[in-house]
């Protein structure tokens, strides 16, 4: 079977015409947007052949997928202080900076924009939050196991509640989240998660307790 368009990671000079591709593409979705991404395009600011783009990354959303998997894999790693405060805001700033960079801002604006339209789009990036998300969980989980958090706190929804007040102001405003609300965005998230808002719910079967949260079977 065949690789999707853009899946496939091998070094050299390949590695190196993947990089310019979505270099380039990362900029016409930031300076454009979504509607204006055209392989042609993409291919002469990369200084590449289109054949070469097409023959990899097939159409729009396929480039589009790729260039997500790639931020992914090239984000910074989680914080780990030994409190979850800290764990966390070092989360929310990491967001708050990333929206408010003019570039990464505004190439975020414009896939989510296309992901509400576009199915494969709107796959890739759930992706990529699946993959930030996760990153991030472990912050969550090891205050669990310090006593910081209730032992049945989801840790996943702790992590997307960090996100989701910078994201939405972004969303709804226009404007980038300043340093102060990623601060407040992280309290707010460490406040509701030690009040148990963000508890597993129970599991209504007799004898069972919660889902797993990896597998998110319930156990017996």
Not at 48 to 57: A, D, F, I, L, Q
Not at 154 to 174: C, E, I, K, M, N
Not at 200 to 207: K, N, V
Request: charged share 20%; aromatic share 4%.
């Amino acid at each position: 079977m065949s690789a999707e368009p853009g899946t496939v990671r091998p070094g050299g000079r390949t590695a190196r015409v993947r990089t310019a591709v979505l270099r380039a593409a990362g900029d016409v979705l930031a300076e454009q947007g979504f509607a204006h991404l055209d392989l042609a395009d993409v291919a002469r600011r990369a200084e590449v052949g289109k054949t070469t783009v097409y023959r990899r990354w097939g159409n729009v959303t396929g480039l589009v997928a790729d260039l997500l998997a790639d931020m992914a894999e090239q984000s910074l790693p989680r914080a780990d202080t030994g409190s979850v405060l800290e764990d966390l805001r070092a989360n929310a700033v990491l967001v708050q900076r990333t929206l408010a960079d003019p570039r990464q801002g505004a190439l975020f604006r414009a896939v989510i924009a296309a992901a509400t339209c576009d199915a494969r789009t709107a796959q890739a990036l759930a992706r990529f939050y699946e993959v930030r998300v996760a990153e991030w969980v472990p912050c969550v989980e090891r205050a669990v196991a310090r006593g910081e958090l209730p032992p049945d706190t989801d840790a996943a929804q702790v992590v997307r509640a960090v996100s989701a007040p910078l994201y939405y102001a972004l969303l709804t405003t226009g404007t980038a989240p300043g340093p102060a609300a990623a601060d407040r965005a992280a309290r707010a998230a460490v406040a509701a998660a030690t009040a148990g808002v963000y508890a597993a719910p129970p599991d209504p079967t007799p004898g069972r307790t919660r889902p797993d949260p990896t597998t998110g079977a319930y156990a017996p």
